[in-house]
């Protein structure tokens, strides 16, 4: 059973913006800290930003003031705001539990590539 479904990624040209959104399909969905992680070519995947249950975020140095988390779990949907984006923000960009102990299957992830 498919448990994350991401969409809106795509090519955006450096300084833009894209807003990515995750569909969940876990029981009690707003009880979990949620996560968004990217893995770029030849990289190890990465947390991005994570948002507790509570709607306490926390961001990577790298995204800091550009990217915004969000979630809304009456519609179990998580959410990434992507402004002010650069060539190092290219990757493929996954939805998940924050907690590695409570993560389940990755889904097919959503491919971000910035460029000119």
């Known amino acids: 059973q498919v448990q994350f479904v991401e969409s809106g990624g795509g090519l955006v040209q450096p300084g833009g913006s894209l807003r990515l959104s995750c569909a969940v399909s876990?029981?009690?969905?707003?009880?979990?800290?949620m996560a968004w992680y990217r893995q770029a070519p030849e990289k190890q995947r990465e947390l991005v930003a994570s948002i507790s249950r509570g709607g306490t975020t926390n961001y990577a140095d790298s995204v800091k003031g550009r990217f915004t988390v969000s979630r809304d779990n009456a519609k179990k949907t998580l959410y990434l705001q992507m402004n002010s984006l650069k060539p190092d923000d290219t990757a493929v960009y996954y939805c998940?539990?924050?907690?590695?102990?409570?993560?389940?299957?990755w889904g097919q992830g959503t491919q971000v590539t910035v460029s000119s």
């Open positions: 876990v029981p009690l969905f707003e009880t979990y800290k």
């Open positions: 998940n539990m924050a907690l590695t102990s409570s993560m389940r299957p």
